[in-house]
Structure formats: C-alpha cells, structure tokens
C-alpha cells in the first residue's frame, strides 16, 4: 500500500460520515457557461469548458469538473463564491468537498456564499485525465513494486535503493511523454490552474477572487496572487508550503517541524497519563525510546496480517509503521490516540488496531472490464504539477544519493517526503515559459496565511516566508499540532479570524496566536 493512497484513505475516515455516494459524470458535457445541475445530495455539478493553452482561446479544451454547496442566505445576503482547493497536487475538489469539507467551510464561513471546488487539470473527473498507464492494472502493478515507487524511500538501510528508484524514473518520466497524447502535460501546472480560477470567477461574473487554499492549495493561492494582484478580494492560504522552493524542485524545507509535531505526540502522550494515553511511559523520551524500539523490532522481525473474512493482508514492518506515524501527525486529534493505542498493542503482538486501517491488495490487479468509473489518478498528477513547476532536476543516481545525504540530517522523516523528488529526476515535460515566480505582489486586498506552530509538512517559517512577498499581508499563527487549521483540532479563535476576514475584511493583529479548544489525549468516555 503507498503512503499516499494511504493518506487519502485516512482523510476520507476523518470526515464526520462515510461517504459513499457517486456521481456519473459522463453525461456532463463541458460548456463555456455554467450548468449546474443536482449531484451528491445536498451539491450542485458542472462542467466548464476552458482552453487547454490559454494562448490558444479556439484550440483543444480541458472539461473542468465544479462542484458547489450553495449559500443557503436569502438572496439579498448572497456575497459571492468561494473557491476551495483542498491540496494535493492530485486532489479531487469534486470528491472531497462532499466527503469532507463542505459543510465545515460553511459553518466557518456563513451561509452567504456559495462554496466551490473542482477537479484541477488531469484530475479525477476533469478531462483530459492525466494517465500514464494503458490500463488500472498496469498502473497498480507500478505503484505496488517497491523497486519502481516506495513511499518510504529509505536510502540509509538498503543502499540499492536509490539507484533502482532512479532508473525506474526514468521510465515513468518516458511513459508520461509518450502516452500524453492529449498533449495535457505541458498545460497541467499551477499557472493554468491560477488561469483557470481566473476564468472561473469571469464567467460567474465576479470581479474579484474570493479563495481557500490548504497545503498544496497554498502553492496555487499565492501563485494567482503572483500572477493576478489586481484580482484578489479575500484569500486565505493554510498549511502553508514554502512556495519559492516549490518552484525551485526543493522540497525539503517541507519537513523543518516534522520532528517537532511527533515530539507533541511524545509531549502529549506522557502529559495525558496512562489513563489517556495507552502507549505511556514515565517520560518522554522513554516514549520516544520505547517507539524506536518498536521499529528496530518489526525492522528485524516484521509482523504478517492476514484476516480471512475481510480480505485484508500485509506485512507491518519499519517502513509500513513510519507510515502510520507519519500520517497520524496530520490528524494528531483524530489519530494520535489511535496511534498511541496501537503501539501499545505492537508491543505485546497485537495489530488489531493497525489492521483497520490496511485493505486487501487482490482487486488492484483485477483487470478494468470497461465497466468500472475512472480510477484515482492522485500520483500521475502529483508528479506530473510537481515535477512540472519546478526547473529541472535531473541528475545522475549518485546526484540523487548525494539529495538524499543532505536531507536526512534535516528531519527524520526525510524518507517519507523523499519520493517527491526521486518521481522529479526522471520527468521530461517542461514548458518553456511557465510561470515559475517570484512570489510577491501588491495584491488589491491583503492575504491572510494561517500556520500551526508544529505542522508536519508546512512548517510556520513557510508562511512567514511567502507573506513578506504581498505586502499587508498577515500570517495567524495556531498553536496546535498537525497539518493545516482544518485538522489540527477546532479553534473557535481561529474560526472567528477566518470568519471576519472575509465577511468584514478585518485582519488579525500582526502576532495573533489561537489555541486550539481540544486536547490531544482527552479524557475516555
């Protein structure tokens, strides 16, 4: 299982109810107007058609997939449409608005807006879709072979690694090139994707942009304020990444306050007792100890799953653990009790608790008899906006070992974060001209950024860092743990900054600090 399929498995079990609903999207057609029509329940969806190359208005066309949960204040209350991106590259805004968001962003924001996401280029339902592979098995088949794509890209215990990672690179780089016979791969990058906002809020006839953006999101957000200042209204970008190094294929300031956020899990956990905390210790380096001793353990000997009546079997070993770690520090509220529990249970054998959250690996190779909905395409996208927008890495497989020596000393999460660039060196597709900074503007109102003192993959500093380019702009800090305000555990105090931004237009004091209203361990009902 690959650590961001994983991922997002995970973001989907956070979200208040199981989301199982689907849409046939293959009967939208794509228009240069709005038609919304019923989907998903409570949501309106439509396709909008927009150029492929904006250069060329008349020439081949991308079908962009929207998906609204409309304001329900009488008319009269109505203040615009929010657009919403909830990360990635390679996240759905047409799934995970109705999975998770929708009703969120409405209780935080009011019910005057209506509230809009979409598939970005390549994405989900958006076409031309974003493939490299022929077929779902083919594409499986890739991702599951660790000498081909490893989420945990661990250099330091298996030294041929890298180079087997570097050659597999370049063939997923070649594949990419060849099979984009749509031509997509040269327009797929956050510039167009800032174009595409642009034309979305022209053809609602809204003047201005109003924007939330979290984690990748935040790349997007400040790169239409780059690129269009005069045409913000509100925009908030949360969970900040640093979008200068984005730009420059650098990614590994990404991890500057990884080990301060497993620390509040260490922190938190002794805090708690061992009422609150099942995997407690007397300190908290003894339990930092005692979870490296759980990793040398199922290093040395890893541990097999396999249950019967569901289907479901793996191998738990350092790797697949650091994965369970690496995820929980996203959703500490949600996940660091869990977390805790399941070390507990590791200790003494037990993976009841890990095991909830694996799936069976058989229906993956399963061949599409055509009658299946178009599969999760979240990874070539990643790589493919990823790669894209940034200058060209390339290099030998000993350039790629000498990356990875001089970011393992920055974070020990080094080798969860490492894929990004081994899917980097072997990329073939760049634009010549594309929008790659700088990322400052005098925008037409300010920007509030918003950082967690201890965000796994965004660290504060890269909000600090991309404010200084707009001036007014205002970075609310939250003192909380996990990625981005939504999942780091709610703040009536941080909701309420949001709130007044873009209703009023007020701005938090320059310093303003929230605390989040939850604990990390609270008390067992």
Not at 368 to 377: E, Q
Not at 399 to 415: C, G, H, N, P
Request: charge should be negative; hydrophobic fraction near 40%; glycine fraction near 8%.
């Amino acid at each position: 299982m690959s650590f961001r399929s994983l991922l997002f498995s995970i973001l989907l079990l956070s979200s208040s109810g199981a989301f199982a609903q689907t849409f046939d999207w293959s009967s939208v057609q794509a228009t240069a107007n709005f038609s919304w029509i019923d989907c998903y329940d409570s949501f309106q969806c439509t396709r909008l058609k927009v150029p492929l190359d904006y250069s060329k208005e008349d020439g081949a066309s991308v079908g962009l997939a929207l998906i609204k949960y409309p304001a329900t204040a009488p008319a009269d209350d109505y203040r615009g449409m929010v657009l919403f991106n909830p990360g990635g590259p390679g996240g759905s805004g047409v799934t995970e608005l109705p999975a998770t968001y929708g009703p969120r962003l409405a209780q935080v924001l009011g019910p005057q807006y209506d509230i809009i996401s979409f598939d970005p280029r390549g994405v989900g339902a958006t076409t031309p879709r974003a493939e490299f592979f022929l077929t779902e098995t083919e594409r499986n088949l890739w991702y599951n072979d660790p000498t081909k794509f490893s989420s945990i890209v661990n250099a330091t215990h298996d030294t041929t690694l890298l180079p087997k990672l570097w050659a597999s690179s370049q063939i997923q780089g070649q594949l990419a090139k060849d099979r984009d016979t749509a031509g997509l791969l040269p327009f797929i990058g956050t510039e167009n994707v800032a174009r595409d906002l642009l034309r979305i809020i022209d053809v609602a006839g809204q003047e201005k942009l109003l924007y939330w953006g979290i984690s990748y999101g935040t790349v997007l957000g400040a790169t239409f304020a780059a690129m269009f200042p005069d045409r913000v209204d509100r925009l908030l970008i949360d969970g900040v990444v640093d979008v200068q190094n984005w730009y420059l294929g650098d990614m590994t300031s990404d991890l500057l306050d990884s080990d301060k956020t497993l620390q509040a899990f260490f922190d938190s956990c002794h805090a708690a007792g061992p009422t609150r905390c099942a995997f407690y210790a007397d300190s908290a380096s003894q339990i930092q100890a005692n979870l490296q001793k759980l990793y040398d353990s199922v290093r040395a000997s890893p541990i097999p799953v396999y249950d019967a009546s569901s289907g479901t079997y793996a191998v738990i070993d350092a790797n697949l653990l650091k994965i369970f770690v690496f995820v929980s520090m996203y959703f500490p509220h949600i996940y660091f009790p869990l977390l805790a529990q399941g070390l507990a249970e590791l200790q003494v054998g037990n993976v009841s608790t890990f095991s909830a959250f694996l799936t069976g690996d058989a229906s993956v190779y399963e061949c599409n008899t055509g009658t299946n909905p178009p599969y999760a395409n979240a990874q070539e996208t990643f790589t493919a906006v990823n790669c894209g927008d940034a200058v060209e890495v390339g290099g030998s497989a000993a350039d790629l070992t000498a990356y990875w020596d001089s970011f393992k000393v920055k974070s020990s999460f080094a080798d969860s974060w490492m894929y990004q660039r081994v899917g980097c060196v072997g990329w073939k597709v760049y634009r010549e001209g594309r929008f790659m900074g700088p990322i400052s503007g005098n925008t037409s109102f300010p920007l509030l950024l918003i950082g967690n003192t201890a965000d796994p993959v965004a660290p504060l500093s890269a909000a600090k860092k991309t404010a200084a380019g707009f001036p007014g702009a205002v970075v609310l800090t939250q003192n909380a743990a996990g990625h981005t305000s939504f999942f780091a555990g709610s703040s009536n105090c941080t909701d309420g900054y949001i709130r007044a931004y873009f209703f009023n237009g007020t701005l938090p004091k320059e310093g303003t600090v929230c605390s989040v209203d939850q604990e990390l361990f609270p008390a067992r009902s």
